[in-house]
């Protein structure tokens, strides 16, 4: 409930019988110090009138502050409702990565070997839209403008990077900066070693190193290979299976690999001896 604000003037005007009932209907707490007297009761009103423009004027920008608050949360919400999801990225090797908004393909960065200065470039709908000398600057303008809605739009559809024809690209480009060989049972050197397997399972890739079924996840394509191009300088004694040594001519055999062949105790079954 509120009250009429009385002026110092208007209640000089008033009567001491009207000045008790104004005391009276604003609940006036002040007391007043000689109630016979017409300036006591005057006094009394304003003093107590003072004290809760001070407590209105005081509490105005708590309240305020308070409603600025809540609108700043309210914002925030919204625009985290609104807020693109952040794109996932997929490294198909060491110089092509796709950007993608759930399944779609958004935008794609490529590595320009030609270029003297700013080789990584970011493609949309098969066309540079912007080039820079740093992986993460086109990263950074792909991320700003995907969010604020500025990017091209890709009009055709994603190729699955996970296709067995493109994971077979890949993994022989890799191999043929290494010199590597693909094989159908894995990938040797120029010595025809085996160094192991290189794939990629749901978008993950993987490395076997030389005959071992244990498979090791890979950053990219680039790291698997370059992880067996580790094996590939490897001494040949520790690289070979001893089963491979024992259908080796005797005369192709080093001293370590007859070494090797000396410590090395065969299973039974791993075998078939054949007899005359």
């Not at 209640?11 to 209907?25: F, G, M, P, T, V």
């Not at 040797?188 to 978008?203: A, E, F, I, S």
């Amino acid at each position: 409930m509120t009250y009429e604000i009385y002026s110092h003037q208007q209640l000089k005007l008033k009567s001491i019988a009207r000045l008790k009932q104004i005391y009276s209907e604003i609940g006036c707490t002040v007391e007043v110090s000689d109630k016979r007297c017409k300036d006591s009761w005057i006094t009394a009103i304003a003093e107590y009138q003072t004290s809760k423009v001070q407590k209105l004027t005081f509490a105005a920008p708590d309240e305020q502050a308070t409603a600025q608050a809540e609108f700043d949360s309210y914002i925030t919400d919204q625009a985290q409702a609104v807020a693109p999801e952040p794109l996932r990225i997929v490294e198909i090797s060491f110089d092509h990565h796709e950007y993608y908004a759930d399944d779609k393909l958004v935008a794609s960065i490529s590595h320009d070997d030609n270029h003297l200065t700013q080789r990584w470039v970011v493609m949309v709908n098969d066309k540079e839209v912007f080039r820079a000398n740093t992986l993460m600057r086109c990263d950074r303008f792909i991320c700003t403008h995907y969010k604020d809605a500025s990017l091209p739009v890709q009009e055709k559809e994603a190729t699955p990077p996970t296709t067995e024809n493109q994971i077979m690209a890949h993994i022989f480009n890799e191999c043929q900066d290494y010199g590597f060989e693909i094989l159908d049972d894995g990938i040797y050197n120029n010595n025809g070693v085996k160094l192991g397997q290189v794939g990629c399972t749901d978008g993950n890739w993987w490395v076997k190193e030389g005959s071992s079924d244990q498979q090791q996840y890979s950053n990219s394509v680039f790291d698997a290979v370059r992880s067996l191009s580790m094996v590939d300088t490897l001494p040949h004694t520790e690289a070979v299976d001893c089963e491979e040594l024992l259908d080796c001519p005797f005369e192709t055999l080093t001293a370590l690999d007859w070494e090797m062949l000396r410590e090395y105790a065969p299973v039974a079954e791993s075998r078939e001896l054949v007899t005359a």
